[in-house]
């Protein structure tokens, strides 16, 4: 949660992706209209490198020895390696890189292309803290992209490995309501949760050009 307040979306929409991305907060976009959700305006995780800093410090993540990067409290660092698919999000993790390094996480970048990263996130040997990619789903119904998240779909389509008893019991619910206005309100409460879980830091919805 801290590094999601230490983000400069803006600066990812506007220069890694020149202007072609707007800030997206929900599981779902906004061009899928009823089943997108955003948060309140006092709920956003918006940048805001000050709150990142001050959630790292009340959580005990602390400079000691001076050197920019924090440590817990047995002396371990934030230091974490990223891997990235250099062809699509390089500038991308650039912006991460240093919005991160400014509140005190040392991030380690490995450029590769999609196979060796998929290979790395699968294998479940995790060689690797973070990494950066992006989702494409059928959107006319939000059963696909929801059920991602599940924790039936780890090891399948599930690459952050998530599991919340609350979404999965949602999950299926939202699937056996017939209301549409009822199921809405289902599908939103599931893209509060992971947004408040923050299994996935979700930064930007790409805009195509055909």
């Not at 490995?110 to 060796?116: A, H, Y």
Request: proline residues 3%; aromatic residues 12%; glycine residues 6%.
């Amino acid at each position: 949660n801290a590094i999601a307040y230490a983000i400069d979306y803006d600066a990812i929409c506007e220069y890694a992706l020149g202007g072609l991305a707007s800030r997206q907060y929900g599981l779902l976009p906004k061009v899928v209209g009823k089943w997108s959700w955003e948060p309140e305006d006092a709920n956003k995780k918006d940048y805001n490198p000050e709150t990142a800093k001050k959630m790292l410090d009340d959580a005990g993540y602390k400079d000691t020895d001076g050197d920019g990067i924090r440590e817990d409290s047995k002396g371990n660092k934030l230091d974490f390696r990223m891997i990235i698919i250099e062809s699509s999000y390089r500038d991308a993790s650039l912006v991460v890189q240093q919005n991160l390094k400014d509140i005190g996480i040392n991030i380690n970048i490995e450029f590769m292309d999609t196979g060796r990263q998929t290979d790395i996130i699968y294998s479940q040997n995790f060689d690797a803290d973070m990494y950066m990619w992006g989702w494409y789903a059928p959107y006319s119904d939000p059963t696909y992209i929801l059920s991602a998240m599940t924790t039936q779909q780890i090891g399948n389509l599930s690459d952050c490995f998530y599991s919340n008893k609350e979404y999965d019991e949602l999950f299926e619910l939202q699937g056996k309501t017939v209301d549409e206005d009822e199921r809405v309100k289902i599908v939103h409460r599931m893209q509060e949760i992971i947004y408040e879980d923050s299994p996935y830091i979700i930064l930007y919805n790409a805009k195509r050009i055909n």
